[in-house]
């Protein structure tokens, strides 16, 4: 059996963490690592790498760091250290003390560097970044050498200390390692360790001037760290010989096991950082925080679960092969969350005025309403029930089509926990919209039956209008309107596939009283719409509500269609 084929359960890094606890590797401990350039908010992506790091060291009784790999000063701000910091704890883990940062070894990495140079396996090369291209080669060719490979290293080493010292321009020099420009691997033809950057870095200042390259920091982070298993995405398998050269020719405390699995894709939206800031910076979305976005702060603010996203990230598990998942698996990890927490609740989100002509006039019954059918334990409210009260406009149909079990002329549907009523007429306006229904209820049949066992198919969700109150509701859809904007042939711009509405804000929604107090990332399961969460824009008169998913399980339905084939 091939590793990457094992099932979600037991995956290919658990296999290999478990083999190397066997055979006592690293004595046994299990220590990984979380990453992240702070140059932009998480996103579902990361999520996967957290749940992993975090989660396989919980499993194994290890640790995880969290690491900012902080060596690109200019497009990194703490602004997002700060979300970074937020997101992880929010999604349940915690990094205790081990909080670190690649900029605090900023020092100890410019020592290894020095001795590389004075090991003669590094040196001062002042190629333009042009003639470096040039000079690399290309997946075919073999790199040629460059004219400053042989500089002796007391040179190297008196350049690269004033390379520091601030004595050049931007881009004059760089330090290289020094491995093989005719490396069958691009990554081993003297790659760049330093280069000379006048930027202030948001922790350390105006101190330095150079700053080490990822690939150079990264292998030493790990070491210093002790960490045992560096779990890293596929498209760093091919560094990894760069990775092992670096602590094969260093004096650091241990050498780190680099392990790749593939990252997560997810059909309909965009996961790289730079296009998600370019859909933040220029205005297509309403912040990083926008719920159309797949970032840990917009599906939190679209009322996500922590638990729904570590489910997830179990359910899509770990492999070594690219693949693409399915936005429903995501939907279908809310649904089963909230399912069995999410608090019902009445919302009328397009209002049509239902007046009951035979109840009786300033009339107000309380009726029970259970609070989560899934829950007994979640008890039970009142809904004022009254002679005028709001249905859902799709609720009924004038004409309706075959088929059609909600209401219409003549017919009868009940409305949930209440009463059954019949429509016997249809009051219009002066352009012939319909204004109002005028229908009479079964007094017998509260609480939604009657004794002679009649059939009533429809049911409805409803409001009193004397008491409801009135909100804003956000409905979202897909951030794109193609599952793979990158599968385009004619290489179009991302942002050509935006789905034009994937907003819609409904106003004038009628919900019942008790919601009115929802607390901003409050979750509900509006009956018969979907669940919806509290949104921070709401305001003492008008509460706004994000949908956070319908309740239609797109993901059940192509599990079953999978399993009749
Ligand atoms: P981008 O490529 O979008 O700019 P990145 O992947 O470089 O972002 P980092 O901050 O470097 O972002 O990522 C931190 C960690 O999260 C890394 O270990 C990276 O491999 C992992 N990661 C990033 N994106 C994904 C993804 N889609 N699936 C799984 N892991 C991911
Ligand atoms: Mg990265």
């Known amino acids: ?29 299990v220590h990984t690592r979380f990453p992240p350039e702070p140059n932009g908010y998480l996103h579902i992506g990361h999520a996967k790498s957290i749940c992993l790091n975090f989660g396989l ?104 200390q004033r390379m520091r010292a601030g004595e050049f321009a931007d881009g004059a ?6 491995i093989d420009m005719a490396s069958p691997n691009v990554n081993m033809r003297d790659p760049v360790l330093y280069r000379i950057r006048r930027e202030s870095h948001h922790r350390t200042g105006d101190r330095w001037c150079i700053y080490p390259m990822y690939d150079y920091t990264h292998p030493i982070s790990d070491a210093i760290e002790g960490i ?8 760093f398998e091919d560094h990894r010989p760069f990775y092992d050269w670096v602590l094969n020719n260093l004096p650091v405390p241990c050498h780190p096991q680099q392990i790749e699995f593939a990252r997560l894709n997810l059909n309909y939206t965009v996961m790289s950082k730079r296009k998600l800031l370019e859909l933040v910076d220029k205005a297509f979305v309403r912040g990083w925080d926008d719920p159309r976005l797949p970032t840990l702060a917009g599906l939190r603010r679209r009322g996500y679960t922590p638990e729904a996203i ?11 092969r690219e693949s693409m998942v399915d936005m429903a698996l995501l939907e279908h990890c809310l649904r089963e969350d909230l399912n069995k927490r999410a608090r019902r609740a009445m919302a009328v989100l397009r209002p049509l005025k239902v007046v009951i002509t035979n109840y009786p006039e300033g009339k107000v019954e309380d009726l029970d309403a259970e609070n989560n059918p899934e829950d007994p334990a979640a008890g039970t409210r009142q809904l004022p029930f009254a002679r005028e009260i709001y249905i859902e406009e799709d609720d009924f149909r004038e004409e309706p089509p075959k088929k059609f079990f909600r209401l219409s002329p003549g017919k009868e549907i009940r409305l949930k926990h209440a009463y059954y009523i019949r429509c016997h007429e249809v009051v219009k306006d002066a352009q012939g919209r319909i204004t109002e229904l005028r229908c009479t209820y079964d007094p017998e049949s509260r609480g939604g039956w009657t004794k002679d066992g009649r059939k009533v198919l429809g049911t409805s969700h409803w409001v009193s209008v004397a008491h409801a109150v009135d909100a804003e509701v956000r409905l979202y859809d897909k951030l794109l309107s193609v599952p793979d904007p990158a599968a385009d042939k004619e290489g179009k711009d991302f942002k050509e596939f935006l789905n034009p509405v994937s907003l819609e804000i409904v106003k004038g929604c009628k919900i019942e009283p008790g919601l009115a107090a929802a607390a901003p990332g409050e979750r509900f399961q509006f009956l018969r719409q979907g669940y919806f969460c509290a949104d921070v824009d709401s305001t003492p008169d008008i509460p706004v509500f994000n949908r956070s998913v319908t309740l239609r399980d797109t993901w059940a339905r192509i599990e079953k269609t999978q399993q009749d084939k």
């Open 228 to 235: 045992t298993h560096s779990i890293c995405t596929l498209e």
């Open 173 to 178: 020099y760089v330090l290289r390692a020094k």
């Open 57 to 160: 060291a919980a499993e194994y009784k290890g640790l995880c760091n969290l690491r900012f790999d902080d060596t690109n000063p200019g497009k990194e701000d703490v602004e997002y250290v700060d979300s970074i910091m937020a997101d992880v704890r929010w999604l349940g883990f915690d990094w205790a003390e081990r909080l670190y940062y690649a900029s605090d070894y900023f020092e100890k990495l410019y020592e290894f560097a020095l001795h590389l140079i004075r090991a003669g396996k590094a040196y001062v090369c002042n190629l333009t970044a042009e003639q470096m291209r040039e000079y690399r080669g290309t997946l075919t060719e073999c790199g040629i050498n460059s004219p400053c490979r042989e500089r002796a290293p007391e040179e190297s080493l008196d350049l690269f």
């Open 1 to 29: 059996m091939a590793a990457e084929d094992v099932s979600p359960g037991v995956h290919f890094i658990r296999a290999i963490i478990e083999a190397d606890i066997r055979a006592g590797k690293n004595g046994g401990r």
């Open 310 to 320: 570590r489910a997830f990230a179990e359910a899509v598990g770990v492999a070594k």
